[in-house]
């Protein structure tokens, strides 16, 4: 069914086939294209006397197929003038059969036979002719030539029909066509629509006609050209067959009666055919099968599947999808052994049929009815209740147990994504398909099949262990497989579909090969049996489609038999070789005989393969062919195959040694030779794979190698493809590759491990992954690549690993007990170190990349120091840990904050918890007394923390539980039993706490974590091994589970998104004075600033502070004093500065402004907050029950806010406010793609507005310019618009649970009318009713409420909750009344009444369910036609057709593969939009005549209704479609995307243009051009953007896949006036890269530093590039050459954060140098540079370090370090960053000492100086942009933005100001102070 998709509406055979090429079709004779008159463009004409011989053949050749499933065949042709033509149909049909249906003028009569039907064609004379006169009146003998005046015709022949009733077969596909002479031909084409080629698309539009059975117009390039005011008629023939003309003969292709739709008849009845007799469609429901489901690939049912009983299928019928089969056989054992006695025993009276449904042969879709007794059943999933009814047609009740039932979601959560192994019984059993495209490789008890081109792999699943030999037909369409074991089984599958066909077993064991005849019909296999005697069993395997295997002989022997093959001309002769022989088989009479090969000399060798000369070449004598046989000593035999001797035998010799020491070819003759293992022969060449690791190619003589490949170990098989153009080449080390003969490149598929994998870590940073095996190697591999980029071989085994979380280090401890780490980057051994006598078991990092820790098993606890290059030894513990190598590889686990290590010890019956950092013992829990009720003592096995908000430790024990353990007290909290049937090998938990992940053996399962549902667990095998370590990768994304193989599994469950948990605030704890003993604040232990930079940074204390609101106001107010700064300090405090003295003589606005104690209760818990009340805790709580109940929904379109940590400060005054502004917002760069239906626009009136972040953008499309309404702080949500486009509605949630807030705003004036507030958690959707006055708002699935507001008064009418969430709301165009929303439980129409006399209103509404066709799934988006008809799509792709008068759903089809968000109508043209990314316009006329009453809706069925619906065009964008908005007839329109980009979509043109686009991810940098003609801008995503200013308009972007570009700068004017501007870019890898603007090109690529760049600058003369490291170092570099001139390591440690030079001349000094640069890092110090690059010198002008607190909490989420050059005065440093105040600090150079300070409110994340006006911006995590006149101490905050603001840029003339806050970026005009 997946093959007919690509071919829905219609196929352009001649397209399709590229004709003009004439590569995939044939032509003979007199073949010629010319350009028709008529038509008016070029078409081909046959002519020829012999029509046999001129002729034009699709495809090729007769072995070709077209494939081609289309119902209707369209012939778009016109006979030659009194010459005869004949047309051949190749049709396959459904029993195998192939059948040629033949039309010609030649024919007399209809002739048939079982395999061809020969059909009369009567040409059509012109109008009103003397031709056309005599063939009104005459009856008969109208057969014959073309008459002279003959017209182009279109021919169409339903396929379908043709064969049904004359053959009574089931139509498959087209084969082949055959167009002999004489005729011109346009064109063919196959469709399932029935179309009419007089009817335009303009007037099918207008008229609305449509028939019941798929008429629709012609498509565009099929079409015949008809003049303005001509008929289409007039000028052309519609011939339809079968027909309805009355001339004979009968069965005759004629013209009929006109088509109705396109006279335009007023009662258009469909023009499909009266059925002559009746026929056995053999589909019982084919009649019910939608187009859903005939696009869809089919799902098998299992084979022993009992079905119902039925007579017959009514109207409407009760669906279950194919999908739950498995669910389903399992509800009917809950019947009995009898499921139909079972189930019908519920239903009084009723009888039994003697007819069955046929099994998986209707596409995945079974229809259980009983019609007798008007009774109708079904069984649900979960419980399988049978619920009966009676009633007038069959409908499901909902079961109530299914209700109660709550299962883990979504369902499957694990999807086995990669598979890093190969082999694992065998290592020859890889295979090419026949295109060569894809190989197909055992890995254990799992079949892969992978592209090579890709790498993306299938999985046939269904083995139970090691897969040990494989086999393909010559096709490749089926696979065999065998697998080991006692009881050998065979599978057989079908590859393209990737379903299992048959299972049989062998009755053998240890199946060691298999062999596939060519044609498919005979498998042959070679066992041993329970007598270890070689056995040989060949099966027919021609029935395999139904299930059926039979044996066809089978016989034992004596000899060893390694490789049998069938023979690729004969099904019935094979050939074997092993150890003293090579036999010859044949299958004659139910007997399986062979003959020995007479080898002579030659009988005592061991023979390893055998192959047949010339591939696969079907022709010649096979008694002429040679036979090629490999051995162990090196011979090969090339054996006479009709004769059963040798003709030659050579030998495989090791290379001689030359006087040169080169190696030279090997040569055959005497002496030890070198075994060859495997050897494939193609027509051209013999390949060979040898022992000692190289694959050869020969020529057939063997005269020479021309071609070889050398490989790590031996070569265990060789295969060369169908094409001959690639060698397949597999090591006895686990590698699989292949050699490409035409370009010499050996490409490497596969790499494994050739034994167990003990233990994994993943690098979450550089996506790697470090695996250790008993092999004895540790390998790195790419996760993205699966490719091994490292090998680290050791003499013992390591049985543990351990990534550092963000170095490329990681350790590994082996069995010796020996820990080494290891530096990837430089391939480098880092430490060594031997403290452990025993194995080690448990090997861990802590999260924060300061300690290592290892066990080992004879219980030592080593803890090292991973922040010091050797990882020297800090404590070493013995006797700690439980002894024993079973709870190996993470015997040790530690807490997410690094502060706690747990594991099992001292013995196993306890745990305990120590101290990270000191390794003291916290807790110890005895976990065999936890279970009271035990007769025996239970153990533990692995520990596990969860995260560190829950505080929990689990521990899973022996008697195959899990135990939930306070981490603080070691109270038991909560257990899970019979968690596997083995005992749990690992156990972790998600991040975010919600998910569990254990092992048990070789099955993986995911639990809910807090284990409250009913199905609680999810489980997952493909393991042939016990697994050893099972983990989530860091990013949550995906699993990876380890044993046999490495298993890559993607976790489809979404990560929470909730701000309900932010993180403390890191100035809680950084501000808090260290106490005394007495517990007193001790003054003297903050280091407060006194004017001048610290020498020495101070030294950490032990313990980290603990807040204390009262110290801090101890330290403000009681000693001011005595803390005051020096007195020529000269000090300018901000009005609401949080700390020093403040000329302000009213302390209240100081707090207001941004205290202390606004943040630290910011940063407490809800429930322990010193200024709520109880009450608000009673409320507190009771929220936060509810939400621990809500779930999100699992559909893209439901509006989730991006996470941010950030808070806005409430006190910080904005600047509109205050009156005269120094900022005015100029424009906003990006549309919000996170937002939901958050774009507007209408075309009568223009009105274009989005929202990006908080602000809402209205802007001109023509000029570009923009207005900016700001009422929000949060993300905008979603936008809405009145009818009359005076009035649009923003809605935005609020933090700390507070309501949303909805703003309406005049258009016209900008001001906003009015402000709603009624939802608690966001807006989902709000739409304005037909006439305006009602305005309706959704919330989200935190409060699923309608809420109906008046549009005048704007007070709240009416508010209905609903169950489940809703997605989206629209009220109907043809009844302001009328609404109707969609969510998870389906339709919900709602009524608009009055409530009485008063102007109260209320909500009336009708729930209906989502229709069981489409499954289980939600409704996401709705839209309304102007006919009373609503259309909803689903997050499975389909489209429901309902009808709003009935409310009852009558059409569904299938419009995407994914969930579709948007919908839109206008007239009889629907619009669809998808996270799929698609855009489809669709023609939907015809859903008007199916409506229930409707003329068609009745006998239609919902195939039929399905194939109505047309997709007229379609695009894919950039991103899942989230708004869309189109003009009255959908031509054009505009379209929003996830990527944040707008486009503007005309489907007149087809065309796409990009209009408003952002970065979609976090924005990292932004800067101007010299001449401010351009600004640059870099992020997260890894690309570099250039824009145009003033248009704001993007011009170029640069990306970089996989990388994060960090910084950015311009070069300057006279640096790059030779070649033009350039942009230098550094990124996450540690490269730069420079961009050169005028060629749109990357210039130079350079990698000066190991570890990611932080910061960029240009030289003042552009001569050399300034670069910092993370890891502190700075590189100088030449932006010509790329080469490194210096590095300097001053800051080495501290991550630098700024960069910056200006031109400066240092005389005063003593210092040569023009130019001054500074750098400052993470660590608060300044390094300030004198620097002459011409003459290469670099010095260092002055060092400057700032006071700080000591011992930061968390110094990771400290604000950076900032600091700029004054533009004023280059001597003039500015310097903020984390101190003891917030404050900027003006540093002279030539004073030595800071002159100057302005306190801030709140700690600076960004800093910029503007070139006039003494202007400093600030942007800080508050959100707030604060712009201060640096000499008066003037300031306005500005609160536009939604987010931290981590980048502000002053351009250099000043004027203009970039603010960027994650990737909204605002751009100011600055107006000054």
């Not at 924060?848 to 030894?873: F, P």
């Not at 106490?1075 to 280091?1087: F, R, W």
Request: negative net charge; hydrophobic residues 35%.
């Amino acid at each position: 069914m997946a093959s007919r998709v690509w071919q829905h509406p219609y196929v352009n055979i001649f397209k399709h086939i590229k004709i003009e090429e004439w590569k995939k079709s044939s032509r003979e004779g007199d073949v010629t294209a010319y350009m028709d008159k008529t038509l008016k463009c070029s078409v081909f004409r046959i002519r020829g006397s012999i029509p046999a011989s001129n002729y034009i053949l699709l495809p090729k050749t007769s072995s070709q197929s077209l494939g081609l499933t289309g119902r209707f065949i369209y012939l778009l042709f016109r006979p030659s003038p009194a010459k005869h033509f004949v047309v051949h149909l190749d049709i396959a049909a459904e029993e195998s059969q192939v059948i040629r249906v033949s039309f010609s003028n030649l024919f007399k009569e209809f002739k048939s036979t079982a395999t061809w039907l020969q059909f009369p064609f009567l040409c059509g004379a012109v109008k009103d002719s003397v031709y056309d006169s005599t063939a009104k009146t005459a009856r008969h003998d109208l057969v014959g030539p073309a008459p002279p005046m003959v017209r182009w015709t279109c021919l169409m022949m339903d396929l379908q029909y043709v064969l049904s009733v004359y053959l009574n077969r089931r139509h498959s596909h087209l084969k082949s066509i055959k167009l002999c002479a004489n005729m011109s031909v346009k064109n063919l084409f196959t469709s399932d629509l029935l179309l009419d080629p007089g009817l335009s698309f303009s007037e099918a539009k207008q008229a609305g006609l449509v028939s019941a059975l798929g008429t629709g117009p012609m498509p565009r390039e099929m079409c015949f050209p008809v003049p303005k005011g001509g008929s289409w008629h007039d000028l052309y023939d519609y011939i339809r067959f079968p027909s309805d003309g009355s001339k004979m003969p009968f069965d005759s292709i004629q013209k009929g009666l006109p088509s109705p739709i396109s006279m335009c008849a007023s009662s258009s009845k469909s023009p499909s055919r009266e059925v002559p007799r009746r026929v056995n469609l053999s589909k019982p429901v084919q009649d019910r099968v939608s187009l859903v489901q005939q696009i869809t690939s089919p799902k098998p049912l299992p084979r022993h599947r009992s079905t119902l009983v039925t007579s017959s299928v009514p109207e409407l019928g009760v669906v279950t999808s194919g999908l739950d089969a498995k669910h389903t056989q399992e509800e009917w054992g809950s019947h009995g052994d009898d499921p139909e006695r079972g189930c019908w025993s519920q239903a009084s009276g009723s009888r039994r049929s003697t007819s069955r449904t046929p099994p998986a042969v209707d596409g995945g879709v079974h229809v259980y009815a009983r019609p007798e007794d008007d009774s109708a059943f079904r069984v649900e999933d979960g419980e399988g209740e049978v619920v009966c009814a009676a009633v007038s047609r069959p409908i499901s009740l909902p079961s109530v147990k299914e209700s109660r039932l709550s299962k883990l979601y979504p369902d499957p959560i694990l999807r086995l994504n990669r598979i890093l192994g190969f082999g694992g019984a065998t290592l020859k059993g890889a295979l090419w398909t026949k295109r060569g495209d894809e190989v197909v490789y055992p890995c254990h008890a799992i079949i892969v099949s992978m592209n090579i081109s890709s790498g993306q792999q299938r999985f046939f699943l269904g083995h139970t262990d090691k897969v040990s030999a494989l086999a393909f037909t010559g096709d490749t369409t089926l696979l065999a497989s065998a697998q080991t074991g006692s009881q050998g089984v065979v599978r057989v599958w079908s590859y393209a579909k990737g379903s299992c066909l048959a299972m049989f077993k062998t009755h053998a064991h240890s199946l060691s090969s298999l062999s596939f005849s060519y044609g498919g019909s005979v498998l042959c296999g070679v066992g041993k049996d329970n007598h270890s005697k070689t056995m040989v069993v060949v099966w027919s395997t021609q029935h395999v489609s139904k299930g059926e295997v039979t044996i066809l002989a089978k016989a034992h022997t004596d000899v060893d038999i390694q490789t049998m093959k069938i023979a690729f001309f004969d099904d019935t002769r094979m050939v074997s070789c092993g150890r003293d022989n090579v036999r010859l088989w044949r299958v004659r009479g139910g007997a399986l005989r062979s003959c020995p090969v007479s080898l002579g000399e030659y009988h005592s060798l061991d023979f390893t393969d055998v192959a047949f000369e010339e591939g696969q070449r079907s022709h010649g004598d096979p008694e002429d062919r040679s036979l090629f046989a490999s051995s162990r000593s090196g011979h090969i035999l090339e054996i006479d195959y009709g004769n059963v001797v040798i003709r030659n035998v050579r030998r495989l010799l090791p290379a001689h040694k030359s006087h040169s020491q080169r190696r030279e070819k090997q040569t055959f003759s005497t002496g030890p030779g070198i075994a060859v293992n495997s050897i494939s022969v193609s027509s051209a060449f013999c390949a060979t794979g040898s022992e000692d690791g190289y694959l050869r190619l020969w020529p057939l003589d063997f005269s020479t190698v021309f071609l070889e490949a050398e490989h790590e170990g031996p070569v265990s098989l060789v295969s060369v493809s169908a094409d001959g153009l690639s060698v397949l080449s597999a090591t006895s080390t686990g590698n699989l590759g292949y050699l490409d003969v035409s370009s010499r490149g050996y490409s490497t598929l596969m790499r494994s491990h050739t034994d167990a994998v003990l233990g994994f870590s993943v690098d979450g940073v550089r996506r790697r992954l470090t695996s250790a095996s008993r092999d004895g190697t540790v390998r790195v591999w790419d996760m993205d690549s699966m490719q091994q980029l490292f090998d680290f071989v050791s003499e013992d085994t390591h049985c543990s690993v351990a990534f550092h979380p963000s170095l490329q280090v990681f350790s590994c401890g082996s069995s010796s007990g020996t820990v080494r780490v290891f530096d990837i980057a430089s391939s480098k051994l880092l430490a060594e170190h031997s403290q452990h006598r025993g194995q080690v078991v448990g090997l861990v990092f802590s999260p924060d990349g300061e300690a290592l820790y290892s066990a080992g098993s004879l219980g030592a606890l080593v803890l090292y120091n991973s922040s010091s290059e050797d990882h020297h030894v800090v404590r070493v513990l013995g006797n700690v840990v439980a002894r024993g190598t079973e709870r190996g590889p993470d015997a040790l686990v530690i807490s997410s904050d690094s502060r706690c290590l747990a594991f099992v010890g001292p013995s196993e019956y306890t745990v305990t918890i120590m101290d990270a950092r000191s390794l003291d013992e916290l807790l110890r829990v005895d976990v065999s007394i936890l279970d009271m009720e035990s007769t025996r003592l239970d153990s533990a096995l692995k520990v596990c923390f969860s995260p560190a908000s829950t505080a929990h430790l689990l521990v899973t024990t022996t008697a195959n539980k899990i135990l939930w353990v306070s981490a603080k007290t070691g109270r038991l909290l909560r257990e899970a039993s019979h968690v596997h049937k083995h005992q749990c090998s690992s156990v972790v938990v998600s991040e975010d706490g919600r998910y569990l992940l254990t092992a048990g053996h070789n099955v993986v399962k995911v639990w809910d974590y807090r284990m409250q549902l009913d199905i609680n667990s999810q489980m997952f095998i493909g393991h042939s091994q016990p697994i050893s370590q099972v983990s989530f990768t860091p990013d949550q994304m995906s699993v990876v589970s380890v044993g046999d193989a490495i298993f890559l599994w993607d976790f489809l469950a979404h990560p929470r998104e909730s701000g309900n948990c932010s993180p403390s605030s890191p100035t809680t704890a950084l501000i808090t004075p260290h106490k005394s003993a007495n517990g007193e604040p001790d003054v003297h232990a903050m280091l407060l600033s006194n004017g001048m930079p610290r020498g020495i940074a101070p030294l950490p204390f032990s313990h980290p502070p603990c807040l204390d609101i009262s110290a801090i106001d101890a330290i403000g107010l009681e000693d001011a004093d005595s803390l005051s700064p020096p007195e020529e300090l000269e000090e300018i405090s901000l009005h609401g500065a949080t700390s020093g003295p403040s000329p302000c003589p009213d302390p209240a606005p100081v707090m207001a402004a941004g205290s202390f104690l606004k943040v630290t209760e910011m940063a407490l818990a809800p429930d322990s907050s010193p200024l709520r009340t109880s009450q608000n805790r009673e409320l507190d709580n009771v929220d936060s029950d509810e939400e621990k109940e809500t779930v999100r929904p699992d559909c893209y379109k439901h509006f989730t806010p991006r996470f941010k940590t950030s808070t806005l400060d409430q006190t910080a005054g904005n600047a509109h406010q205050s009156g005269e502004q120094g900022l005015s917002l100029k424009a906003v760069i990006g549309y919000n793609g996170n937002g939901r239906g958050n774009m507007v626009w209408n075309p009568d009136t223009g009105l274009f507005a989005y929202s990006c972040g908080s602000v809402v953008v209205l802007e001109n499309l023509h000029t570009g310019s923009q207005r900016h309404w700001q009422g929000h702080t949060e993300e905008v949500s979603t936008l809405a618009v009145s009818n009359d486009a005076l009035m649009v509605a923003s809605a935005a949630g609020r933090r700390d649970g507070a309501t949303s807030l909805i703003c309406i705003w005049n258009v016209q004036d900008g001001a906003c009318r009015n402000t709603l507030s009624y939802h608690r958690g966001a807006v989902q959707s709000m739409a304005f009713s037909r006439d305006d006055l009602l305005f309706l708002s959704v919330g989200d699935f935190r409060e699923p409420e309608v809420v109906l507001w008046s549009s005048r008064s704007f007070q709240l009418l009416s508010r209905v909750c609903v169950a489940g969430p809703l997605h989206d709301v629209a009220f109907s165009p043809s009844a302001a009344s009328q609404l109707a929303c969609v969510g998870r439980l389906g339709v919900v129409f709602c009524q608009v009444t009055s409530s009485g006399p008063g102007p109260d209103l209320e909500l009336q509404v009708q729930n209906m369910t989502i229709p069981e066709e489409v499954g289980e799934v939600e409704l996401t988006a709705l839209c309304y036609n102007a006919n009373n008809i609503l259309f909803t799509g689903t997050n499975g792709g389909h489209v429901c057709v309902w009808d709003c008068l009935s409310q009852h759903c009558f059409m569904t089809w299938e419009a995407d593969q994914g969930e579709i968000g948007v919908l839109l109508c206008r007239g009889n043209r629907l619009l669809t939009g998808s996270n799929t990314r698609r855009l489809k316009l669709w023609g939907v006329s015809a859903v008007q005549s199916l409506r229930p009453g409707g003329a068609g809706g009745d006998a239609a069925t919902t195939e039929d209704r399905g194939a109505l619906v047309l997709l007229e065009q379609e695009i894919v964008l950039d991103g899942a479609v989230v708004s869309a908005a189109f003009d009255d007839v959908l031509d054009m329109g505009i379209v929003g995307t996830t990527a944040g980009t707008l486009w503007y979509i005309n489907w007149v043109d087809n065309t796409s243009i990009r209009l408003i686009s952002r970065h979609k991810t976090k924005v990292n940098d932004v800067g101007f051009s010299p001449d401010e003609t351009h600004f640059a801008t870099c992020g997260e995503d890894g690309s570099v953007r250039v824009w145009c200013s003033p248009s704001n308009e993007l011009v170029m972007q640069f990306q970089v896949l996989n990388q994060n570009c960090k910084c950015v700068c311009w070069s300057p004017v006279q640096g790059s006036s030779t070649g033009g501007a350039c942009v230098a870019a550094g990124y996450s890898d540690g490269t730069l890269r420079i961009f050169r603007l005028a060629s749109s090109e990357m210039e130079l690529k350079l990698q000066p530093h190991p570890v990611a760049v932080t910061s960029v600058q240009y030289s003042v003369n552009g001569l050399v590039l300034l670069s910092a490291g993370k890891d502190g170092l700075i590189a100088v570099s030449s932006p010509v050459t790329g080469k490194v001139v210096r590095i300097l390591g001053d800051h080495k440690g501290a991550l630098i954060t700024t960069i910056q030079c200006v031109k400066k001349q240092y005389k005063e000094f003593g210092l040569e140098g023009n130019e001054m640069w500074l750098a400052a890092s993470a660590d608060r110090r300044v390094s300030i540079w004198a620097s002459d690059w011409m003459k290469d010198k670099c010095e260092l002008l002055d060092w400057l370090t700032f006071p700080a607190p000591a011992h930061p909490k968390d110094p990771d989420s400290l604000p950076p370090s900032l600091a700029v050059f004054s533009p004023a005065d280059p001597g003039l440093i500015i310097y903020t960053g984390f101190g003891v105040e917030k404050e900027l600090s003006f540093y002279s150079l030539s004073k030595k000492q800071v002159v100057k300070k302005i306190a801030l409110s709140h700690w600076a994340t960004s800093l910029s100086l503007s070139s006039k006006g003494r202007l400093v911006a600030v942007g800080s995590q508050e959100r707030v942009l604060k712009l201060i006149q640096s000499s008066s101490g003037r300031f306005q905050d500005f609160l536009h933005h939604s987010d931290s603001l981590q980048t502000c840029r002053f351009s250099p003339s000043g004027e203009l100001l970039f603010s960027s806050a994650y990737n909204e970026i605002l751009l100011w005009d600055v107006q000054g102070l």
